[in-house]
């Protein structure tokens, strides 16, 4: 069985600052990692996946996270948060044959 | 681009009502994916279905049936609806049959059972 946890359902940042959102998960296998944004009143998007290539995965809108197998943790960053950033983040991790999703971060960015 | 529509946007049944929520993917996608969405908890999965009326039960699919007679279409009844049924319903799809292909969701429908 796999699980995930988002380690803060709230972030707060300023414009042009640093984005950090934590995610820790567990699986019995190599698992494919996941990240998604729901912005408000639109449909989940997926912003970058994990299958066991390189560490280091690249997403849209200048986002990237690293998989870290000896800590269990795929977390999400950004140099320099922009308004429209201002979602909610959800990391996932694949089962056998369906996904587990994180109950989610929701990130605020400050003017 | 891969479009997974919904039925409603927003729906308001009554307590016992037997209520349908339909979605339709146009990509030929095999595997497709029923969600709920509640504040705090995620995402949650109720069924999936890999392949036209095979249909595997999800994480939490008491209350729940499905229906997949075409490989575009997959439905989600709610029997007799309930008020702790009233959430946000995700559809989702995936081209192939492993869990690390990329879901495509659509809209979502906002139901209100009361």
């Known amino acids: 069985a796999q699980s995930v946890t988002q380690l803060d359902s709230h972030v707060s940042v300023s414009e042009g600052t640093p984005v950090l959102l934590r995610c820790n998960y567990s699986s019995s296998y190599s698992p494919s990692l996941f990240w998604y944004v729901q912005h408000p009143n639109k449909g989940l998007q997926l912003l970058l996946k994990y299958t066991s290539a390189a560490t280091l995965v690249k997403g849209i809108n200048g986002f990237e996270a690293e998989f870290k197998k000896s800590e269990t943790s795929f977390h999400l960053t950004k140099p320099s948060a922009h308004m429209s950033d201002a979602a909610e983040y959800f990391c996932?991790?694949?089962?056998?044959?369906?996904?587990?999703f994180g109950s989610g971060t929701r990130l605020q960015v400050q003017p | 681009d891969v479009k997974v529509t919904q039925s409603s946007r927003y729906l308001v049944k009554r307590t016992g009502e037997k209520v349908f929520l339909e979605c339709v993917q146009d990509m030929d996608h095999e595997n497709m994916f029923w969600y709920r969405q509640d504040p705090g908890l995620g995402l949650r999965l109720i069924y999936f279905s890999y392949d036209v009326k095979m249909k595997e039960k999800g994480d939490i699919p008491e209350g729940y049936s499905v229906s997949r007679e075409k490989k575009e279409r997959f439905s989600l009844i709610l029997e007799s609806a309930s008020t702790n049924q009233t959430s946000m319903y995700l559809c989702?799809?995936?081209?192939?049959?492993?869990?690390?292909?990329?879901?495509?969701f659509g809209p979502g429908t906002r139901l209100t059972v009361l």
């Open positions: 996932v991790v694949s089962g056998r044959r369906a996904l587990t």
């Open positions: 989702a799809s995936s081209l192939g049959q492993t869990s690390t292909d990329t879901q495509y």
